[in-house]
């Protein structure tokens, strides 16, 4: 069997780590596992392509050519657009931080208020606004984005991201923030093991079965009262936190549910 994994060549530097352990569970499991980057392109006779970018339009391309994508087209499309996972959720009935498109200052409600790019990631381009002249600069910094306004909720930041593998809980870890609202674990935060409850593993398994996916990341808002609202949805999503507070590899598991899955049923492009 034959696959590739496709990374931008700066996403390939900073995940080598995980790109290796990827290649060293193909070989033991007798799979030839190639990395392609940028504008390199697969061979045809690929079985599958893991693809670790944010690029729809790419993954669509490849799909139309035949080829298996790891995660399909459409969940890369709709993780890597805030909005439309807002939209997304809020049809299978979770609970999601309230979003609406943001085109000027007059379009937010009340402070404080988060805005955030709609395609952004890693907590980059998001900002606590306190004020209209806070809101003002972000509005300036990103004009040529598509954005998004969502009100401030407390959490104390702290978020909890489910890793799914289908449509089984592959693990999950509490994110706290350090000296910040957002919770990300490469932007400081701290990171604890944590055991979904019955109801939380019923909305984190509707949305990977509604989404039809194979390896994604579901982060939830963890609330003071003990509840959780659906914050983003992520394609493809970085498992550090993931290695970091449990002891098997993910690179294993996924490649193993992968073949397997291939094995008990022809796939159909």
């Given at each position: 069997?034959?696959?590739?994994?496709?990374?931008?060549?700066?996403?390939?530097?900073?995940?080598?780590?995980?790109?290796?352990?990827?290649?060293?569970?193909?070989?033991?499991?007798?799979?030839?596992?190639?990395?392609?980057?940028?504008?390199?392109?697969?061979?045809?006779?690929?079985?599958?392509?893991?693809?670790?970018?944010?690029?729809?339009?790419?993954?669509?391309?490849?799909?139309?050519?035949?080829?298996?994508?790891?995660?399909?087209?459409?969940?890369?499309?709709?993780?890597?657009?805030?909005?439309?996972?807002?939209?997304?959720?809020?049809?299978?009935?979770?609970?999601?931080?309230?979003?609406?498109?943001?085109?000027?200052?007059?379009?937010?409600?009340?402070?404080?208020?988060?805005?955030?790019?709609?395609?952004?990631?890693?907590?980059?381009?998001?900002?606590?606004?306190?004020?209209?002249?806070?809101?003002?600069?972000?509005?300036?910094?990103?004009?040529?984005?598509?954005?998004?306004?969502?009100?401030?909720?407390?959490?104390?930041?702290?978020?909890?991201?489910?890793?799914?593998?289908?449509?089984?809980?592959?693990?999950?870890?509490?994110?706290?923030?350090?000296?910040?609202?957002?919770?990300?674990?490469?932007?400081?935060?701290?990171?604890?093991?944590?055991?979904?409850?019955?109801?939380?593993?019923?909305?984190?398994?509707?949305?990977?079965?509604?989404?039809?996916?194979?390896?994604?990341?579901?982060?939830?808002?963890?609330?003071?009262?003990?509840?959780?609202?659906?914050?983003?949805?992520?394609?493809?999503?970085?498992?550090?936190?993931?290695?970091?507070?449990?002891?098997?590899?993910?690179?294993?598991?996924?490649?193993?549910?992968?073949?397997?899955v291939r094995q008990k049923k022809s796939?159909?492009?």
């Open positions: 069997m034959k696959a590739y994994i496709y990374y931008s060549s700066a996403e390939a530097e900073r995940n080598r780590a995980f790109i290796d352990d990827l290649m060293l569970h193909a070989a033991k499991l007798g799979l030839s596992l190639n990395l392609v980057v940028d504008n390199d392109e697969p061979d045809a006779d690929a079985d599958f392509i893991l693809f670790r970018d944010r690029n729809p339009e790419l993954s669509a391309k490849w799909e139309a050519a035949g080829f298996q994508m790891i995660n399909r087209s459409e969940v890369n499309r709709i993780a890597n657009d805030k909005l439309k996972t807002f939209e997304f959720a809020a049809l299978q009935g979770v609970p999601t931080v309230p979003t609406r498109r943001l085109k000027s200052v007059g379009d937010i409600v009340r402070y404080p208020v988060v805005l955030k790019t709609v395609d952004g990631h890693g907590g980059s381009e998001v900002h606590l606004c306190n004020t209209t002249d806070e809101a003002e600069s972000f509005l300036n910094q990103f004009r040529n984005r598509q954005l998004i306004a969502q009100p401030y909720i407390e959490s104390n930041a702290t978020d909890v991201r489910v890793f799914m593998l289908g449509d089984d809980v592959l693990g999950a870890v509490k994110r706290i923030g350090k000296d910040s609202f957002k919770s990300n674990y490469t932007l400081g935060g701290s990171v604890e093991k944590y055991m979904l409850s019955s109801s939380q593993e019923i909305e984190v398994r509707k949305i990977a079965c509604a989404l039809k996916s194979d390896y994604i990341g579901i982060d939830f808002l963890l609330l003071p009262d003990g509840g959780w609202l659906l914050n983003e949805i992520e394609d493809p999503v970085g498992a550090r936190s993931l290695y970091a507070t449990h002891d098997f590899s993910v690179a294993q598991k996924l490649l193993e549910r992968v073949m397997s796939w159909k492009p």
